[in-house]
């Protein structure tokens, strides 16, 4: 599964390549903080396609390792609505592929993610707020023997629905180093749905772009 996570999105970033040969700037990024209740590393690549429409892909795993394997495979983009001088609201939506595992359940599903960030935003940086809703469309789930003998026999392999959803609310901010080079940080509140005993209320996450 990993192998074909990996070859997908090397296969997307071909194709997003190809598309927008005639864009402005690209830019190659990593990312690195709390994210989603685990800490966890990001390599992404976006396309500046004008100056209203980036695209992106971006793969995620974990930094710790534990008795879980998961994985993060997102593509998507930002459109920006709305501009008026500094002032500018961007629109955000991905679909979002996600692997994880233990030793009692093993799954993959896709997802979605819907929000935006409104901010002012400066030649040499950026500050605004972001308000992102993901949700967990299907996912298919692989329960061990393990779990079967010892918590649940009766248990069900199989896809299932709408399985949780996550509120974020925050602040993003990005500056600029130099013409090549930008940090960006978000973090905030966020709100896990069925999963809100499991991680904390928060995330927090530092970005290095390289821009190019």
Known sequence: MKRLIIITSFLLLLLTYSLSAETSHSTIYIAFGFDYGLASLTTGYSHSINKDLDVSIDFTIPTVKMDTDEYRLRVGGDLRIFEAGSISIPLHSSLVYRGFGNSLVKGHGLGMELGMRPGVYFENWSLGGEFIWDRQLVTYLKHSDYYKRWFYKDVKDGWYSASGDTLRLGIVS?????????????????????????????YLVTTARYIY
């Open 174 to 202: 990005t500056y600029s180093l130099s013409d090549s080079f930008a940090l960006g940080f978000n973090g905030g509140y966020e709100y896990h749905g069925l999963y809100k005993t499991v991680a904390p209320p928060a």
